[in-house]
């Protein structure tokens, strides 16, 4: 294979990956077999673990010593920067975006759109997708691929953390946030688009349950209904 063939293949698993991480059909947590993914792509491990470590430096999955790759399960700390760093971000972009034209707007519209159908279907795996892709799709909009590189790794790792922290409420709330935004975008009000956007990922970073059990093991406990063990006796 030319290493143009090998980078394309590397390139292609990565975003297949991706994909699986933020429709939520890979949950966090989950392990990625090496020898599976080789045999499922028909490549040989060592692409599939090229893609990986792409995917790693991303802060997309992690690996661990003698045990494997896993998708990430950020922590709350990992959370609090990764929202600080999307205020930032959006914020920014707002604040020096031109406004948007007629197209653009008729796009933005249609990704509204597209939410509202997936939570009266009831697909939790789109929706999960369509939030986060909202503020990716406006800064795509806008043409600015450095940023909207960013963007879409900012928003892959937030997916994580509402997978893991978010309620479903909190999506609801986060689908009416966006419809605000869009509103502000259509009416060319770019600042009022921004102080909205501050405020959505306010809320949304104050609604995730970041409270962590005091027992790691406190989910298999409860499946094999075994009691916590305290000074090494059985309670």
């Known amino acids: 294979m030319s290493k143009g063939a090998a980078e394309t293949m590397q390139r292609g698993i990565e975003t297949t990956l991706?994909?699986?991480?933020?429709?939520?059909r890979l949950h966090p947590g989950s392990r990625l077999s090496e020898n599976q993914l080789a045999e499922a792509f028909e490549v040989s491990r060592t692409l599939v673990r090229e893609a990986l470590a792409r995917l790693e430096a991303r802060h997309i999955i992690s690996?661990?010593?003698?045990?494997?790759?896993?998708?990430?399960r950020p922590s709350p700390e990992e959370a609090a920067a990764v929202f600080a760093a999307r205020r930032a971000v959006e914020y920014g972009f707002f604040k020096t975006a031109a406004p948007f034209n007629d197209d653009q707007?008729?796009?933005?519209?249609a990704h509204i759109a597209e939410e509202r159908a997936a939570i009266e279907q009831g697909d939790?795996?789109?929706?999960?997708?369509?939030?986060?892709?909202?503020?990716?799709?406006i800064i795509a909009l806008s043409g600015n691929?450095?940023?909207?590189?960013?963007?879409?790794?900012?928003?892959?790792?937030?997916?994580?953390?509402?997978?893991r922290y978010q309620s479903s409420a909190g999506a609801l709330a986060s689908h009416r946030d966006h419809c605000d935004i869009a509103d502000a975008i259509s009416r060319g009000d770019m600042d009022a688009a921004a102080e909205l956007s501050l405020s959505h990922l306010e809320d949304v970073e104050s609604g995730l349950l970041m409270q962590e059990p005091?027992?790691?093991?406190?989910?298999?406990?409860?499946?094999?209904?075994?009691?916590p063990v305290q000074d090494g006796r059985a309670t």
């Open 63 to 72: 690996v661990r010593p003698r045990r494997g790759w896993f998708v990430n």
């Open 18 to 24: 991706l994909s699986a991480i933020v429709e939520g």
């Open 214 to 227: 005091a027992d790691p093991l406190v989910d298999l406990r409860n499946t094999l209904r075994l009691d």
């Open 124 to 137: 939790k795996a789109q929706l999960t997708f369509l939030m986060g892709d909202f503020h990716t799709r």
């Open 145 to 163: 691929e450095p940023l909207e590189e960013v963007m879409r790794n900012l928003t892959a790792r937030t997916i994580l953390i509402s997978l």
């Open 105 to 109: 707007i008729a796009r933005l519209k």
